[in-house]
């Protein structure tokens, strides 16, 4: 092989087998990997029975499957670790908080409101404008300012 391609190396174990270990360590029977990775036990039975070929594995199984254990996609296939864990471990993980439908109603309320107040004076603003406002009211309502503030700085910056 010439210098500079990369050699394929078999993994070290079968899908199958690292699937098995790792349900073993989370005490994980193949109906629970089944439910949380919304497929059937079927599918990880074919999985844990190594009659899934890695060529021909669906991405969006292999994560699915991966995540239901707690486990690199890329670890489970190929038996080698993410050549990117380094980077992401490095980054702390932030979890997103659920939108708050009521604040984002409200957001669009007092942006809607400004454009009726410049309306008044026969001024418009682009939609581009509209959903900045938008965007900026619903952020100072999610870190507490109060409406009235809010509607203040809403119609200084529609104006």
Do not use: C
């Not at 699937?19 to 074919?46: I, K, P, Q």
């Amino acid at each position: 092989m010439s210098e500079g391609v990369l050699s394929w190396r078999m993994p070290s174990a079968s899908i199958g087998t690292r699937l098995a270990r790792r349900m073993g360590e989370l005490d994980l029977h193949a109906a629970e990997v089944a439910r949380r990775a919304r497929t059937t036990e079927a599918t990880v039975s074919n999985w844990l029975g190594d009659k899934i070929s890695p060529d021909h594995v669906k991405a969006t199984m292999l994560l699915s499957i991966a995540d239901a254990v707690e486990m690199d996609p890329r670890e489970l296939l190929l038996g080698e670790p993410s050549r990117t864990n380094s980077i992401h471990e490095s980054v702390p993980a932030y979890r997103s908080q659920d939108l708050q439908p009521d604040t984002l109603t409200l957001a669009f309320q007092l942006a809607t409101d400004a454009l009726a107040e410049l309306g008044k004076h026969g001024k418009t603003l682009p939609p581009s404008k509209l959903g900045e406002i938008a965007k900026v009211a619903f952020e100072l309502l999610e870190e507490g300012l109060p409406r009235a503030k809010v509607l203040r700085f809403v119609l200084a910056a529609a104006a």
